[in-house]
Nanobody, 127 residues
Framework: ALKLVESGGGSVETGGSLKLSCVGT????????MGWFRQSAEKEREGVAA???????EYDASVRGRFTVTQDTAANTLYLQMENLQPEDTAVYYC?????????????????????WGQGTLVTVCP
C-alpha cells in the first residue's frame, strides 16, 4: 500500500510562507491525481489544490494566486508552496492520492475520491 508522509508545516506570521512536502513510499503515484486538503475545527475537510497525471492543476478560490502545487514524480514527492499566508489558512494539511481516473477538478470537490492519505501537517498562521 502507498504511504504518504507530509512535512513542512509550522507556525508563521501573517504574510509568511511555507513549503509543504509529501513523500510517497510503497507505490508510485505518477499515474494518479494528487491533492492537498485541509481541515480545521471550523471547517470540514476541503480541497486546496490538486494536480493530475497530465500536469493540470486546480486550486480552491481561497488560495488561488497564493499557493502552487507541483510534483516530482520520479521522487514520489508532492509539494505545496504557500505564499502570503493568512490566519484563515490555519489548518492541518493533508496530501492524498486519488482513485484511478479522477481528474484534478474532481479531486478538489470530492475528498471521498481519495484512496490514500497522509497523517497531516499543522500550519498555524498567527495574526
Amino acid at each position: 500500500a502507498l504511504k504518504l508522509v507530509e512535512s513542512g508545516g509550522g507556525s508563521v506570521e501573517t504574510g509568511g510562507s511555507l513549503k509543504l512536502s509529501c513523500v510517497g513510499t510503497g507505490h508510485s503515484y505518477d499515474h494518479y491525481s494528487m491533492g492537498w486538503f485541509r481541515q480545521s475545527a471550523e471547517k470540514e475537510r476541503e480541497g486546496v489544490a490538486a494536480i493530475d497525471a497530465d500536469g493540470r492543476t486546480e486550486y480552491d478560490a481561497s488560495v488561488r494566486g497564493r499557493f502552487t502545487v507541483t510534483q516530482d514524480t520520479a521522487a514520489n514527492t508532492l509539494y505545496l508552496q504557500m505564499e502570503n499566508l493568512q490566519p484563515e489558512d490555519t489548518a492541518v494539511y493533508y496530501c492524498a492520492r486519488a482513485r484511478g481516473g479522477l481528474r484534478a477538478f474532481t479531486v478538489l470537490t470530492m475528498p471521498a475520491g481519495m484512496d490514500f492519505w497522509g497523517q497531516g501537517t499543522l500550519v498555524t498562521v498567527c495574526p
